[in-house]
């Protein structure tokens, strides 16, 4: 706490007038943060028209978000995938979040006609987003730099595209 009071420029007992302790730090931090962050991804979805240019805005919003902040990503990703019950529920929260707004894309583009009517929306998000977080914990433990916002064209091709090739019918066999 004394090291937060120095880098705010303020005495010790002055920060215990806004946070009980660190961890009400680090809750209220995510709080903030998730705000910020939830209302660009819903600014930049908002400016395409087509399913497809919403997921594509919300997927390169989301890397350069991380991008942009190495600190936040690397905060974030660590709570995210190992069990702390004093952010767990932010975390939940947040996924939910995610997780509505590409389950509105996806049953735009099923209205469009830009995307599969047979797909499972439930997993395909799922997959979409731990697409999207796998990239991103691939970009922070990567020992070379590149640009993690490069990775969203792939991704948006990957989703849309898929792995199959056109004609190719699945096979029921496991």
């Given at each position: 706490m004394s090291q937060i009071?120095?880098?705010a420029g303020v005495a010790d007992g002055t920060i215990y007038l806004y946070f009980k302790n660190k961890d009400d730090i680090l809750v209220q931090f995510f709080q903030y943060k998730t705000k910020q962050v939830f209302n660009g991804f819903r600014e930049e979805v908002k400016k395409?028209?087509?399913a497809v240019g919403k997921l594509r805005n919300l997927v390169y919003r989301h890397l350069t978000e991380?991008?942009?902040d190495r600190n936040m990503a690397v905060v974030y990703q660590s709570f995210a995938?190992?069990?702390n019950a004093l952010v767990e529920g932010n975390i939940r929260e947040m996924s939910k979040m995610y997780l509505d707004i590409v389950s509105e894309i996806l049953e735009l583009g099923q209205q469009e006609g830009s995307m599969r009517k047979d797909m499972y929306?439930?997993?395909v998000k799922r997959f979409i987003l731990g697409a999207v977080e796998s990239t991103i914990n691939n970009w922070l433990l990567s020992r070379k730099?590149?640009?993690l916002a490069s990775?969203?064209?792939p991704l948006i091709d990957l989703f849309i595209r898929g792995i199959g090739v056109p004609g190719t019918p699945p096979q029921n066999k496991v």
């Open positions: 009071a120095r880098e395409a028209d087509t991380f991008q942009s995938h190992h069990r929306v439930g997993l730099e590149y640009d990775m969203a064209e």
